[in-house]
Every structure is written in structure tokens, then in C-alpha cells.
């Protein structure tokens, strides 16, 4: 099942990496938050491993967090929710 990004952009995921691609046309930047390719990339890589971030969209929120304390306590990690 592919997810699709917010505001119609696409999301092709290749096995040796990530591809992503606005829609044509101009976005305010003021309107909407800058798309952040390696929260993206936190997503997808959850996301294939079983822990649900939520919407693919390159924002970090609640969802993302919790796929992350999720898979930082099934490796025995400290569960801080923080990738970086």
C-alpha cells in the first residue's frame, strides 16, 4: 500500500533510497511548513519496519513519536522519541 504526501505531492520509495516530488505550482511557504526530507526519511524507514508514523508528509507530530518510543523499546533503547 503506498502513502501519498500532503498537498498531492508523490512518494516514490526505491530499495536503495527515497524520491520525493512536489506538485507543480506555487506553494506560500508562509501557508505551509517546509517539508523536511530526513523526518521523511524517519517515516518510511519506520513505516517498512512496522511502526506506524502516521501520514508519510515529512513533519514530525504525536504519531511519529510514538512509532519511534515504540521501536526504541522493542531494541531495549532509552524511549525518548528522538531520532537525532
Do not use: N, Y
Not at 16 to 26: H, Q
Not at 40 to 52: A, K, N
Amino acid at each position: 500500500m503506498r502513502k501519498t504526501l500532503a498537498g498531492s505531492a508523490c512518494l516514490a520509495i526505491a530499495s536503495l533510497g527515497l524520491v520525493a516530488a512536489a506538485p507543480v505550482g506555487t506553494i506560500s511557504e508562509a501557508a505551509t511548513p517546509a517539508l523536511d526530507l530526513s523526518t521523511l526519511h524517519v517515516q518510511v524507514i519506520l513505516d517498512h519496519l512496522g511502526f506506524s508514523p502516521g501520514v508519510l508528509d515529512g513533519r514530525a507530530g504525536k504519531s511519529l513519536v510514538a512509532a519511534l518510543k515504540g521501536f526504541q523499546e522493542t531494541r531495549g533503547l532509552p524511549q525518548t522519541g528522538r531520532w537525532i
